[in-house]
């Protein structure tokens, strides 16, 4: 297990491993993306109280998700990148800030969306709505740390520590309809608890948020396959692989 993860961690073996995943990867999205978008929008029933309006939560509540994930995932990459001082975590945790700050932008921008003629505004400074709010912040905050750094191991180790010492705003965003009065309606979907909705409304949901998943990794993937051969180029596989 240890062997097979160091393996992993070189970009070498990475990079040949994503190339093979890559495909099927991209099919995946593409296909449940598209079967769950139709079959949400067009198929399922409308909310019994919110109507129409409703649906916007196939959207909403992924990219919600993924957010949340995204950032968990990138400060895992920044504590292994700490102890284990594996570069691919450095480039793991780069890669995947620009992905995660666009998918909370998505989710900030729907839940506005959302709340017009649910809520009645646009946008209240309730606590899940800002915490989320500061989980973009802290994607741009490591985004422009990084570009503001020239040294590579120095934006690297600093980055890697924002992402670890961020992870705390995560609890705070997931409890904070429990912990705070709230506009913001609990999680209308869990992977640890049966829906409260119909499941003509939370399997088109389930297939969306899998979708999301699954464009996530491919992001992730094409954009640290990028990075990798920008970072190796000097390497002989990469200069083998280029005049190939």
């Known amino acids: 297990m240890w062997n097979w993860f160091h393996r992993l961690g070189s970009p070498r073996t990475f990079f040949e491993i994503s190339g093979r995943l890559l495909?099927?990867?991209?099919?995946?999205?593409?296909?449940?993306?598209?079967?769950?978008?139709?079959?949400?929008?067009?198929?399922?029933?409308?909310?019994?109280?919110?109507?129409?309006?409703?649906?916007?939560?196939?959207?909403?509540?992924?990219?919600?998700?993924?957010?949340?994930?995204?950032?968990?995932?990138?400060?895992v990459a920044g504590a292994v990148h700490l102890i284990w001082r594996i570069k691919l975590a450095d480039v793991a945790l780069q890669c995947a800030a620009p992905i995660g700050a666009s998918l909370t932008f998505l989710a900030l921008v729907t839940g506005s969306i959302w709340g017009r003629p649910t809520w009645g505004t646009w946008w209240e400074w309730d606590a899940r709505?800002?915490?989320?709010?500061?989980?973009?912040?802290?994607?741009?905050?490591?985004?422009?740390?990084?570009?503001?750094?020239?040294?590579r191991e120095g934006a690297g180790r600093a980055t890697a520590v924002l992402a670890v010492v961020g992870v705390v705003n995560l609890p705070i965003i997931k409890y904070s309809v429990d912990w705070w009065n709230s506009l913001h309606q609990t999680s209308s979907f869990s992977f640890t608890e049966k829906p409260a909705m119909p499941a003509e409304m939370w399997l088109p949901l389930l297939v969306m948020v899998i979708a999301y998943y699954l464009f996530f990794f491919t992001a992730w993937m094409m954009r640290m396959r990028a990075e990798i051969l920008v970072r190796e180029r000097r390497t002989e596989w990469v200069k083998q692989l280029v005049s190939a």
């Open 129 to 151: 709505m800002t915490s989320t709010l500061v989980l973009l912040f802290l994607f741009l905050g490591i985004i422009a740390l990084r570009s503001a750094m020239e040294g």
């Open 23 to 75: 495909p099927w990867f991209q099919a995946g999205s593409v296909l449940l993306l598209v079967v769950g978008a139709v079959w949400g929008l067009a198929f399922a029933p409308p909310d019994y109280q919110q109507g129409n309006s409703a649906r916007i939560m196939y959207v909403h509540v992924p990219s919600s998700i993924l957010a949340q994930s995204s950032y968990m995932m990138m400060a």
